[in-house]
């Protein structure tokens, strides 16, 4: 069944939603010093922090949850939906959820209340009459996944809109495990680049509410056609160009399209050694005969990874490339790998674009992958 993204708001490095879209058209690459943490001991000196703070020593508490109401907020207002009056859940994708409170707890004595690690306490917050909250953790497809509950939600007839959501901040425990597989500190998130030098950790939240298609009226910012979801249990961390694949088709199958179809991919890009290239891989399986293929841009080397909400970022801003005709470059991109060479990769500025339907892609630690087709009318 397809669903209508009716609202959405979004938070990143370089801040709210029409920030962060002005950003990317211009290539900006986000990634500061990194903060709060000693980077010698890390081995990582540079990621994409949310400018929460007015002291650049002070680390504020519980900023995941804080940056998920503010989302889920002005999602729910933007999107003209009252829980008071309809049936209203929230599902939150999350790689790491309030994992840094409880290293600050253990690190440095800073006690946190329980109830406080879970999002229920911080949507409530802000919407209290919301039906129910449910946090779901696949790593970094985990808000692809919530995309993927809610349209089940909703075709059900459990909800009358679903607000699907994604959250994270950075924690010392994922600093430390990107720093230990680099002999050097990586300089720059380049994805699909020749020589890249692996990923940097971003940061923030997103989310949009949705309707069943038939009852959401005009003006909808996209419509989810499908989201095919695939779990390879291949590694611990390195992907499967098998698993990747079989999403990949889950989504077309469910989204009743073929390769033809789509004209646009955002990437899960994360500028690693093996995502790039199996990814790729995977990309010229399912797309090929289906000349040219869609243009394919990642956002990673703009804002970072951004962990439990990379699938619904990239969702916004495929939706947004379609609407405004015009498709952001892969920043930190110059010369593709070999494995890329079949792809039509946005490269240097944008490319102009007159695609009606998205394919976008996110894929987790453990093999849990997530793609989902988007449409657009404009």
Same mark, same amino acid.
């Given at each position: 069944?397809?669903?209508?993204?009716?609202?959405?708001?979004?938070?990143?490095?370089?801040?709210?939603?029409?920030?962060?879209?002005?950003?990317?058209?211009?290539?900006?690459?986000?990634?500061?010093?990194?903060?709060?943490?000693?980077?010698?001991?890390?081995?990582? @000196? $540079?990621?994409?922090?949310?400018?929460?703070?007015?002291?650049?020593?002070?680390?504020?508490?519980?900023?995941?949850?804080?940056?998920? #109401?503010?989302?889920?907020?002005?999602?729910?207002?933007?999107?003209?939906? &009252?829980?008071?009056?309809?049936?209203?859940?929230?599902?939150?994708?999350?790689?790491?959820?309030?994992?840094?409170?409880?290293?600050?707890?253990?690190? &440095?004595?800073?006690?946190?209340?329980? $109830?406080?690690?879970?999002? @229920?306490?911080?949507?409530?917050?802000?919407?209290?009459?919301?039906?129910?909250?449910?946090?779901?953790?696949?790593?970094?497809?985990?808000?692809?996944?919530?995309?993927?509950?809610?349209?089940?939600?909703?075709?059900?007839?459990?909800?009358?809109?679903?607000? #699907?959501?994604?959250?994270?901040?950075?924690?010392? =425990?994922?600093?430390?495990?990107?720093?230990?597989?680099? &002999?050097?500190?990586?300089?720059?998130?380049?994805?699909?680049?020749?020589?890249?030098?692996?990923?940097?950790?971003?940061?923030? #939240?997103?989310?949009?509410?949705?309707?069943?298609?038939?009852?959401?009226?005009?003006?909808?910012?996209?419509?989810?056609?499908?989201?095919?979801? =695939?779990?390879?249990?291949?590694?611990?961390?390195?992907?499967?160009?098998?698993?990747?694949?079989?999403?990949?088709?889950?989504?077309?199958?469910?989204?009743?399209?073929?390769?033809?179809?789509?004209?646009?991919?955002?990437?899960? *890009?994360? *500028?690693?050694?093996?995502?790039?290239?199996?990814?790729?891989?995977?990309?010229?399986?399912?797309?090929?005969?289906?000349?040219?293929?869609?243009?394919? @841009?990642?956002?990673?080397?703009?804002?970072?990874?951004?962990? *439990?909400?990379?699938?619904?970022?990239?969702?916004?801003?495929?939706?947004?490339?379609?609407?405004?005709?015009?498709?952001?470059?892969?920043?930190?991109?110059?010369?593709?790998?070999?494995?890329?060479?079949?792809?039509?990769?946005?490269?240097?500025?944008?490319?102009?674009?007159?695609?009606?339907?998205?394919?976008?892609?996110?894929?987790?630690?453990?093999?849990?992958?997530?793609? =989902?087709?988007?449409?657009?009318?404009?």
């Amino acid at each position: 069944m397809h669903v209508a993204i009716i609202g959405a708001d979004l938070l990143t490095c370089h801040g709210g939603t029409d920030s962060t879209f002005a950003a990317l058209a211009k290539g900006v690459d986000g990634s500061q010093n990194l903060r709060f943490y000693d980077t010698d001991r890390i081995n990582v @000196t $540079r990621g994409y922090h949310v400018e929460d703070s007015t002291d650049a020593e002070s680390e504020p508490p519980l900023r995941a949850g804080r940056w998920l #109401a503010r989302c889920v907020l002005g999602a729910v207002r933007q999107a003209g939906v &009252d829980p008071a009056t309809e049936r209203v859940s929230v599902i939150v994708g999350t790689g790491l959820r309030e994992l840094r409170a409880m290293e600050r707890w253990a690190l &440095d004595g800073i006690p946190v209340r329980r $109830r406080d690690l879970h999002f @229920t306490t911080a949507v409530r917050e802000v919407l209290p009459e919301v039906t129910e909250v449910i946090t779901v953790s696949n790593a970094c497809s985990a808000s692809g996944h919530a995309l993927a509950l809610a349209q089940d939600l909703l075709a059900a007839g459990e909800a009358d809109a679903v607000v #699907a959501a994604g959250c994270d901040a950075m924690s010392e =425990s994922m600093l430390t495990m990107i720093g230990r597989v680099a &002999d050097a500190p990586t300089p720059a998130l380049r994805p699909f680049q020749e020589g890249r030098a692996g990923v940097l950790l971003g940061e923030g #939240a997103v989310a949009v509410v949705l309707r069943r298609a038939a009852d959401a009226g005009p003006g909808a910012l996209a419509t989810v056609l499908a989201t095919g979801l =695939s779990c390879d249990a291949h590694h611990e961390t390195a992907p499967d160009a098998d698993g990747i694949v079989a999403a990949m088709r889950d989504a077309h199958r469910r989204a009743e399209v073929t390769p033809h179809d789509i004209g646009l991919v955002l990437a899960h *890009g994360t *500028g690693t050694a093996l995502n790039d290239p199996t990814e790729s891989a995977a990309l010229d399986t399912v797309f090929a005969g289906a000349a040219p293929g869609p243009l394919v @841009t990642g956002i990673k080397g703009a804002i970072g990874h951004t962990s *439990g909400s990379a699938a619904l970022m990239s969702l916004l801003v495929a939706a947004w490339a379609m609407r405004s005709g015009s498709v952001p470059a892969t920043a930190g991109l110059a010369e593709p790998i070999e494995a890329a060479a079949g792809l039509r990769l946005v490269i240097g500025d944008p490319a102009p674009c007159d695609a009606r339907v998205a394919q976008v892609n996110a894929f987790g630690f453990g093999g849990v992958n997530a793609v =989902s087709v988007i449409g657009v009318d404009r």
